[in-house]
T-cell receptor, first 114, second 115 residues
C-alpha cells in the first residue's frame, strides 16, 4: 500500500538557518503530494502541494518539488523564523482511489530558537 | 477553502462512557473524513462519510466503536463509544476542496482525554 516516510525529528535550528525536511513516498499510482503544518494547540493547515512530477509547491517561503525519479518531496526554507516552530507532515493522496485518501508521514517537530 | 469547526474543542471523559464530536462546514460538501491523531503520532483515517450513505471504515476501525452520522451536506458527527484510555487522541474532521479533488482541509480538532 501507499506510505510516506519523513526524516526523523525533532529538528532544532537557530533563526535564519536553512531548513530541509526530507520526505519520500511509495505509491502505486500517480499521487498528489502535500505538506501540512500543525502549530501548537491547533489543527492541520495545508502549507503547499504539488499534483504532478516536477511541480514545485510554495507558500510562506517554504518550497517542495515533486521528484518522481527519487519519489521525494523534500520541504525547504531558506531562512526560518521562530514562528515556524510547529509539526510538519508530509502526505500523499492516491489519485487512483475513488475518494482520494490521504496517507501521512509520521511528522517532524521543528523548533526554531531566537 | 472550506471553513470547518468542531465541538467540543476538548473534553475529559471517564472510561466506559461515549462522546459525540460535531463537525460543521461552512459550505455544502459531498465527502467528509474523520481522522485520529494519537499522542505524538501521525494522523490515521478512521472513516469517510458521504451524505446519504453508510460511512466507509478503514481497516482497524469498526462502526460499533466509531458510529458516524452524516445527516446533511454541511454536518457530521463521530461518536467514540465505550471509551478506554487508549482512545485518548485528537480527532479531526476534514473535507475536500471543491476546486481540487485531492486537497483536504481540516478542522481544529477535538482533544480527548479518557481517564
Amino acid at each position: 500500500g501507499d506510505s510516506v516516510t519523513q526524516m526523523e525529528g525533532p529538528v532544532t535550528l537557530s533563526e535564519e538557518a536553512f531548513l530541509t525536511i526530507n520526505c519520500t513516498y511509495t505509491a502505486t499510482g500517480y499521487p498528489s503530494l502535500f505538506w501540512y503544518v500543525q502549530y501548537p494547540g491547533e489543527g492541520l493547515q495545508l502549507l503547499l502541494k504539488a499534483t504532478k512530477a516536477d511541480d514545485k509547491g510554495s507558500n510562506k517561503g517554504f518550497e517542495a518539488t515533486y521528484r518522481k525519479e527519487t519519489t521525494s518531496f523534500h520541504l525547504e526554507k531558506g531562512s526560518v523564523q521562530v514562528s515556524d516552530s510547529a509539526v510538519y507532515f508530509c502526505a500523499l493522496s492516491d489519485g487512483g482511489t475513488s475518494y482520494g485518501k490521504l496517507t501521512f508521514g509520521q511528522g517532524t517537530i521543528l523548533t526554531v530558537h531566537p | 477553502s472550506a471553513v470547518i469547526s468542531q465541538k467540543p474543542s476538548r473534553d475529559i471523559c471517564q472510561r466506559g462512557t461515549s462522546l459525540t464530536i460535531q463537525c460543521q462546514v461552512d459550505s455544502q460538501v459531498t465527502m467528509m473524513f474523520w481522522y485520529r491523531q494519537q499522542p505524538g503520532q501521525s494522523l490515521t483515517l478512521i472513516a469517510t462519510a458521504n451524505q446519504g450513505s453508510e460511512a466507509t471504515y478503514e481497516s482497524g476501525f469498526v462502526i460499533d466503536k466509531f458510529p458516524i452520522s452524516r445527516p446533511n451536506l454541511t454536518f457530521s458527527t463521530l461518536t467514540v463509544s465505550n471509551m478506554s484510555p487508549e482512545d485518548s487522541s485528537i480527532y479531526l474532521c476534514s473535507t475536500r476542496d471543491r476546486g481540487s479533488f485531492e486537497t483536504q482541509y481540516f478542522g481544529p480538532g477535538t482533544r480527548l482525554l479518557v481517564l
